[in-house]
T-cell receptor, first 114, second 116 residues
Framework: KNQVEQSPQSLIILEGKNCTLQCNYTVSPFSNLRWYKQDTGRGPVSLTIMTFSENTKSNGRYTATLDADTKQSSLHITASQLSDSASYICVVSVSKAAGNKLTFGGGTRVLVKP | DAGVIQSPRHEVTEMGQEVTLRCKPISGHNSLFWYRQTMMRGLELLIYFNNNVPIDDSGMPEDRFSAKMPNASFSTLKIQPSEPRDSAVYFC??????????????FGSGTRLTVV
């Protein structure tokens, strides 16, 4: 069964500190992995998209890594800001041949405190 | 670009009533997705259209739910009859490519549905 597990479920960090969110998946055949940021009351916003051959991708203070062998991804937030408080969702998609399906993680809720 | 436009933003309806949610994707995007989000289940893909054709509707909960995309600029998600367990935030998203492509999705602001 295709699954995406995220950890931790929630996280509280102090402004200016770094944090790392984890995403483990069993989705196969893998096509790509996306990280989204969702502010309260808003739709998710794409942060990064990575394919099988990509190990790391950055978007400002957000850096995603992907290890396709171990089926793990991480999202690192550097020098956190209050505006980073949001839910972060990992989404993995299978190939077109397998039906283009998406599997969502349950998200990690991050709270940045001053 | 106004982004993905959903209406209404909020909907409160009585159990048994018909509910219609609307979505206007970004012009030029050929894939459209309907999602439902609840605290218990997170984000769930309900149905996905590519070039106005439903590709995968395996996420549609039951026959009470139906979705249409009569043209490239408009889609509806209908619930008839609605039930309290349908209460959730319903998101529409569009993309330049299908789900497995490397194009990003743009989400609308969602419709918060409450069925009482």
């Amino acid at each position: 069964k295709n699954q995406v597990e995220q950890s931790p479920q929630s996280l509280i960090i102090l402004e200016g500190k770094n944090c790392t969110l984890q995403c483990n998946y069993t989705v196969s055949p893998f096509s790509n992995l996306r990280w989204y940021k969702q502010d309260t009351g808003r739709g998710p916003v794409s942060l990064t998209i990575m394919t099988f051959s990509e190990n790391t991708k950055s978007n400002g203070r957000y850096t995603a890594t992907l290890d396709a062998d171990t089926k793990q991804s991480s999202l690192h937030i550097t020098a956190s800001q209050l505006s980073d408080s949001a839910s972060y969702i990992c989404v993995v998609s299978v190939s077109k041949a397998a039906g283009n399906k998406l599997t969502f993680g349950g998200g990690t809720r991050v709270l940045v405190k001053p | 670009d106004a982004g993905v436009i959903q209406s209404p933003r909020h909907e409160v309806t009585e159990m048994g009533q018909e509910v219609t949610l609307r979505c206007k994707p970004i012009s030029g995007h050929n894939s459209l997705f309907w999602y439902r989000q609840t605290m218990m289940r997170g984000l769930e893909l309900l149905i996905y259209f590519n070039n106005n054709v439903p590709i995968d509707d395996s996420g549609m909960p039951e026959d009470r739910f139906s979705a249409k995309m009569p043209n490239a600029s408009f889609s509806t998600l209908k619930i008839q009859p609605s039930e309290p367990r349908d209460s959730a935030v319903y998101f529409c998203a569009s993309s330049l490519g299908p789900a497995s492509s490397n194009y990003g999705y743009t989400f609308g602001s969602g419709t918060r549905l409450t069925v009482v």
